[in-house]
DNA sequence: CGAAGGGTTGAGGCGGTTCAAAGCCGGTGG
DNA sequence: CCACCGGCTTTGAACCGCCTCAACCCTTCG
């Protein structure tokens, strides 16, 4: 079934490789950042604890060493759009002026690496790493933008639950792991408000889409932030993107 | 009044630098692009011309020279997300694996410059400025999901629309040009659907929210792609970032 | 003059939001 | 151990903004 869906896929629907350098999981991960120099401090941050604000002097540049991180930003009326959620490995507050763009705040207890700007200029293998970040960045924001302009609120979420299941969903895709059973477990750790706003929904409707998912038993709730996924190929169907 | 503006903006809406990279205007410039050496190649591509398709071999980077291009990309039942419009200076075509991550086409004629991925490697000069570039990208692909996210129809086409308008909505914004007279004339050099595709919207949202703001006076149309704004501080409140 | 290809306008429907109420669950204190 | 509280989540009902579908208009070009 995987096999022939690769074959039905048109050149455009091929994974380009932006998932490459940043990672699946936000969470769980031992990832050694190329930041563990001796320029660089750490700093450990609880569960939704602020990194910095948009409009914060952009001092620093930092990586994810353990934890997720989400950025955000803000309208004047408290509209809220998170545009990026991070895992290990990936790389923020990198400014285009002198402040930062948006908002940074973790979602689970994260270690990060800190590295002035200055001592990010200077060195060759940062600048390496930061371009290919980037580029990453780029191409997630990229789908991203496909999701929040032209995706439904079903495809949305469908989208946003494949994101953390392993090696499925991308053209390396690995199809099922038997014949029988197709599930996976995922961990969330954000609430309803961080998902709807990162989705360009309301919490309301996450959570109804959410039930009518569970309803056609595609997954199963073990806890609020933890989804079993009953049919991840099923799920796979739903996010549009085949 | 601009003044004022500017010191009830919360921090938060600063401007962040973004937009310095890249033009404000995509067309009627004469950048002196950086790729404009012995290595690299030019191409003219007429309106609306194609320069790559999302899925092919990623083998050249290309920089706009002169004229405006946009990025897109297609879901299976045809949905188009229009993610980036780009002008003069501009960098697109990098890539994070193989293959370009998104369609690549011409809004107007426009002379790019293009350079292989292995010159590229090679110059420092090229891999500074695409890192200051992609920078750049990266933040007003965050202002587009805001957009996409939270922004209603009027707020996505004004915030459109102000993109065009030179030196104002900005942290340096420079105000209106006289105290009775607050008029600027941009062109769109696109169509209906492209803007509809890049606003996450359909045609005829895009159309009848231009009907609206001429039947308000914000707006007049010259030509059905050349608006004079009519009260430009009247538009940027509508963008919903003030 | 007629056809073709955008663009505009209108009527109706639907998906997602809004507002409101009830449910669930973990934590605290009696 | 259980009652109570607060925060988050779920569910329901009504509404509304944008989409869909269809007709019409305008401009361009043969």
């Known amino acids: 079934m995987p096999e022939e869906r690769i074959v039905r896929m048109p050149k455009a629907e091929f994974d380009t490789g932006a998932a490459r ?31 910095f604000f948009e409009g914060d002097p952009a001092n620093n540049i930092y990586e994810v060493a353990d934890g997720s991180v989400m950025l955000y930003k803000l309208l004047p009326d408290g509209r809220r759009q998170v545009v990026e959620i991070l895992g290990p490995g990936d790389l923020f507050g990198v400014p285009a002026g002198e402040v930062y763009d948006t908002s940074a705040e973790t979602l689970t207890e994260t270690l990060v690496h800190m590295i002035s700007r200055k001592d990010a200029e200077g060195s060759d293998e940062i600048q390496q790493h930061m371009k290919k970040c980037l580029i990453s960045q780029v191409q997630n924001l990229h789908d991203h933008a496909v999701l929040l302009g ?13 994101r953390f299941v392993p090696n ?36 309301e409707t996450v959570s109804r889409v959410l039930s009518d998912m569970k309803r056609r038993k595609v997954i199963t709730m073990e806890k609020q932030d933890r989804i079993r996924v009953m049919n991840v190929c099923g799920l796979c169907h739903l996010t549009g993107k085949f």
């Open 150 to 162: 032209r995706k439904s609120a079903h495809e949305r979420v469908a989208s946003f639950l494949m």
């Open 21 to 51: 350098c940043r990672s699946n999981f936000p969470i769980e991960s031992e990832f050694k950042g190329i930041m563990s120099s001796d320029q660089s401090r750490h700093k450990t941050f609880p569960a939704h604890g602020v990194v």
């Open 168 to 203: 499925r969903g991308g053209f390396a895709c690995s199809g099922p792991q038997s014949e029988t059973e197709d599930e996976s477990v995922v961990t969330l750790y954000m609430t309803r408000q961080e998902i709807a706003d990162y989705l360009g929904l309301t919490i």
